[in-house]
């Protein structure tokens, strides 16, 4: 049939280019190895009796097979683990036509939504060219999927793919911008020719690893933090997501949807926003959370120091939760009295206009000056927001603000400076 000769012209252009795409991960003498550019002659089978460990112990020994150790030097030592903590790693591999996944996405039966996965990115034309691959048989790389409870499913790694797949079965996505089967464009799944749409709900598989719930927790995640197999990387935020789940991550998840805060970071639609995409509104919420309560901490790596405030209270009781949620909302309840739309926004003297996007440096300065007790109190009733405003934006003529919150924005000083005259300029107008 024709579209069979379509398929088999394609493959033979690709040859073992397509093998160079899959990225395997594998446990060889308790280090985790990433493997790339594996060719088809030696690339795991798994219908082989033989352990995926043995199996490429005897193919790094006996070829020049390329391969690297993810964060070099470090080691998860599972023996050790195995025998003094009962830690353990137990996969299981599935090989699931499309239409299965379909079915198994729709009843929820695999979760699309864990709260340490990246928001949606992909668009219309990269989600059209993976069903494309689908059809051409070009091998894609395996989901990586959490058992967490008998016959139920997380997303660990893969999102995308399977987002994809659903929204392909239930004729969510119109296919775009195909280069190969260019006649498919335009269609949805159910007016595709009969013969595709039998090639893809029976033909076409994708595999899952599957981590089976007897797996230790901490390992899951240590596994899921270095797996990265996907063609947009982690941001630091995303990994903290993955790496160090608990309460206050869930707090910081939560609290980040707040209507008035995605209004003060200027996140009006969220499917074009990139703070809201990349997981920013997240890293801001801990940023508040990471300083609020010991401001003199920041300086040097921020970033850093937002990681281990969130690995050292992955855990935290009821009563401070509760008391850093009121903290949180009180503080952007007052901002945006005060300040609306403009807060986190700079402005350009010289043009005569609000810059569009927010700045971080700008961020730091009003909520942490908005944090102090002697500054957060009664807005009088006649407080006139337009001539707040207006002095506002005379901060910016002064030299000193401007420099600090162009350069060297994460020294000790620069924050101090900042914050300050934001404080001042609060304090003075409240004070009147």
């Known amino acids: 049939?024709?579209?069979?000769?379509?398929?088999?012209?394609?493959?033979?252009?690709?040859?073992?280019?397509?093998?160079?795409?899959?990225?395997?991960?594998?446990?060889?003498?308790?280090?985790?190895?990433?493997?790339?550019?594996?060719?088809?002659?030696?690339?795991?089978?798994?219908?082989?009796?033989?352990?995926?460990?043995?199996?490429?112990?005897?193919?790094?020994?006996?070829?020049?097979?390329?391969?690297?150790?993810?964060?070099?030097?470090?080691?998860?030592?599972?023996?050790?683990?195995?025998?003094?903590?009962?830690?353990?790693?137990?996969?299981?591999?599935?090989?699931?036509?499309?239409?299965?996944?379909?079915?198994?996405?729709?009843?929820?039966?695999?979760?699309?939504?864990?709260?340490?996965?990246?928001?949606?990115?992909?668009?219309?034309?990269?989600?059209?060219?993976?069903?494309?691959?689908?059809?051409?048989?070009?091998?894609?790389?395996?989901?990586?999927?959490?058992?967490?409870?008998?016959?139920?499913?997380?997303?660990?790694?893969?999102?995308?793919?399977?987002?994809?797949?659903?929204?392909?079965?239930?004729?969510?996505?119109?296919?775009?911008?195909?280069?190969?089967?260019?006649?498919?464009?335009g269609k949805i799944f159910s007016n595709l020719p009969l013969p595709y749409q039998n090639y893809l709900k029976t033909r076409a598989v994708l595999r899952a690893i599957?981590?089976?719930?007897?797996?230790?927790?901490?390992?899951?995640?240590?596994?899921?933090?270095?797996?990265?197999?996907?063609?947009?990387?982690?941001?630091?935020?995303?990994?903290?997501?993955?790496?160090?789940?608990?309460?206050l991550n869930d707090l910081t998840l939560r609290l980040s949807e707040n209507p008035t805060f995605h209004k003060l970071l200027g996140v009006d639609d969220k499917n074009e926003s990139k703070i809201y995409q990349e997981m920013k509104d997240v890293e801001y919420v801990l940023r508040f959370f990471t300083f609020f309560e010991n401001p003199d901490y920041f300086s040097g790596d921020i970033s850093w120091k937002m990681s281990d405030f969130v690995r050292k209270n992955q855990r935290m009781e009821e009563t401070k939760i509760k008391e850093y949620e009121k903290q949180f909302l009180n503080t952007i309840n007052f901002i945006n009295r005060l300040f609306g739309e403009f807060a986190f926004k700079r402005w350009l003297e010289n043009k005569g206009y609000w810059k569009k996007k927010m700045t971080t440096p700008l961020f730091d300065a009003v909520i942490f000056a908005c944090i102090d007790r002697d500054v957060k109190v009664s807005i009088p009733n006649d407080f006139n927001k337009e001539d707040f405003i207006s002095e506002y934006k005379k901060l910016f003529s002064d030299k000193d603000f401007d420099f600090f919150i162009s350069f060297h924005t994460s020294t000790s000083s620069a924050f101090i400076t900042r914050k300050a005259k934001v404080y001042n300029l609060i304090k003075d107008t409240l004070d009147r």
């Open 1 to 185: 049939m024709e579209y069979i000769k379509d398929i088999s012209k394609e493959i033979d252009k690709i040859g073992f280019e397509a093998y160079s795409k899959i990225i395997e991960i594998v446990f060889v003498g308790g280090v985790v190895h990433k493997y790339e550019n594996v060719p088809k002659d030696i690339f795991y089978d798994f219908k082989s009796t033989g352990s995926k460990e043995d199996y490429y112990v005897e193919k790094l020994q006996n070829s020049d097979l390329d391969y690297e150790i993810i964060e070099e030097g470090i080691e998860i030592d599972i023996k050790k683990s195995l025998k003094d903590q009962q830690r353990n790693l137990i996969t299981q591999f599935v090989d699931y036509n499309l239409k299965t996944l379909s079915e198994l996405l729709e009843e929820d039966t695999i979760n699309l939504h864990p709260e340490y996965q990246r928001r949606y990115r992909w668009n219309d034309e990269r989600q059209s060219k993976l069903i494309e691959s689908f059809i051409m048989n070009v091998p894609v790389p395996p989901i990586f999927l959490n058992e967490d409870d008998f016959g139920k499913y997380s997303v660990i790694d893969g999102k995308q793919r399977l987002n994809n797949i659903k929204r392909f079965f239930t004729d969510e996505l119109e296919l775009v911008g195909l280069k190969v089967f260019q006649n498919l464009n």
């Open 210 to 247: 599957i981590i089976l719930n007897e797996s230790d927790e901490d390992i899951k995640y240590k596994v899921f933090q270095r797996l990265n197999t996907g063609g947009v990387k982690l941001n630091d935020q995303e990994i903290r997501n993955s790496a160090y789940p608990g309460d």
